[in-house]
């Protein structure tokens, strides 16, 4: 058996449709079209998407006008169905706020306010399992297959409290608290890793710390410790 490979001049998607059409049809001929072919020529369809992309609230009439100016069919059927065929349709406009300078330099001060907040708190994490319940996904009688269980040890695994803190640049220091954190074990945290966080994630040298209203965040030592690194910088507050 002797195979031919031939190399023609023409793209692959053409080669493609052509075996498609024989598979189907058993001819390569143009087959009839369904409906009335469009008058515009393709030049002219192309011209009205480019107006319509660059000017979306264009009307049929300047449409119509534009058309006519380039000696194309001008009927608004005959327009619309071209550029329905680019995936474009007409739309009622939605309502919009106008948003002034004023309005823009207020979004732009607000991210910037953003990027310059270090949020900080605590958490507890368990070291095994979870106390939460949790919802698994099984067949009847594989409820202790150990895909749909979760693992628990006597007397519970114990857990771990963290103080962290954390801005839009990235995560600052984590730090392990030992025993029940008061207020003045809170200050020393602070004292210790509060300032150093803020640099290393290159807030500079004025930021906004935002804490919740926990008794050991709005405790008098805490707001001393607060109002003795606020002046003159960096800016610390509680929310």
């Known amino acids: 058996m002797v195979i031919l490979q031939v190399k023609v001049l023409v793209p692959m998607s053409t080669v493609a449709s052509i075996i ?3 598979k189907k049809f058993r001819t390569t001929r143009t ?4 409906g009335r072919p469009s008058k515009l020529s393709d030049r ?10 660059k000017n979306p609230m264009v009307t049929l009439s300047e449409l119509q006008r534009t058309s006519v100016e380039r000696g194309e069919p001008s009927r608004r059927t005959t327009i619309s169905a071209a550029i329905h065929q680019s995936g474009l349709y007409g739309r009622v406009a939605r309502r919009k706020p106008l948003l002034s300078k004023r309005h823009m330099t207020v979004c732009l001060d607000s991210q910037t ?3 310059k907040i270090l949020w900080s708190d605590e958490t507890k994490i368990e070291l095994f399992g979870v106390n939460a319940r949790r919802h698994v996904w099984r067949k009847p009688g594989t409820a202790h297959h150990q895909a749909n269980t979760i693992p628990t040890v006597k007397h519970g695994g114990g857990s771990i409290m963290l103080w962290g803190c954390f801005s839009a640049a990235g995560t600052g220091r984590l730090v392990r608290i030992e025993g029940k954190m008061n207020a003045a074990m809170y200050r020393d945290i602070l004292d210790e890793n509060l300032l150093q966080s803020a640099l290393d994630l290159r807030l500079g040298r004025r930021f906004i710390f935002q804490q919740d209203n926990d ?3 709005t405790a008098k030592i805490t707001k001393e410790w607060l109002q003795d690194n606020s002046e003159p910088e960096p800016r610390l507050e509680s929310d």
Do not use: D, F, Q, S
């Open 44 to 53: 002219g369809k192309r011209a009205l998407v480019r107006e319509v992309t």
């Open 31 to 34: 087959l009839p079209r369904a």
């Open 20 to 22: 498609h059409k024989w």
């Open 215 to 217: 008794p050991k965040h």
């Open 113 to 115: 306010m953003r990027n």
